[in-house]
């Protein structure tokens, strides 16, 4: 039901744009949100958008460098990631949740893509 694509091999400094394509009956009416699994740490949450699009939140560390939006009308949510460090290397989780109002936490998603790895060398 959810497809997480655009990850690669970056340098630092760069920039990728990742999407993520739900299925029709997926998320239209729901936040979703960005999370990540770095190698050896647990997967963490990186920003969220709720369900029109209005109101969105992220994690401090990438605040100011990272950009979710969504198209409705395309069932696609986008992060756009700008200025990119060695540290954001990891694979990269899209997630719709129970709610339409935007969330941190992770026990608030139900549906869950399969992830997209992006690598960030120095």
């Known amino acids: 039901q959810l497809q997480a694509s655009g990850g690669g091999l970056v340098q630092a400094g760069g920039s990728l744009r990742l999407s993520c394509q739900a299925s029709?009956?997926?998320?239209?009416?729901?936040?979703l949100g960005w999370f990540r699994r770095a190698p050896g740490k647990e997967r963490e949450f990186v920003a969220t958008?709720?369900?029109?699009?209005?109101?969105?939140n992220y994690a401090d560390f990438v605040k100011g460098r990272f950009t979710i939006s969504r198209d409705n009308a395309r069932n696609t949510l986008y992060l756009q990631m700008d200025s990119l460090k060695p540290e954001d290397t990891a694979v990269y989780y899209c997630?719709?949740?129970?709610?339409?109002?935007?969330?941190?936490?992770?026990?608030?998603?139900?549906?869950w893509g399969q992830g997209t790895l992006v690598t960030v060398s120095s």
């Open positions: 997630a719709v949740s129970l709610f339409s109002a935007i969330s941190s936490r992770l026990e608030n998603y139900r549906y």
């Open positions: 958008i709720d369900w029109r699009g209005s109101s969105t």
């Open positions: 029709r009956r997926t998320g239209s009416n729901n936040a």
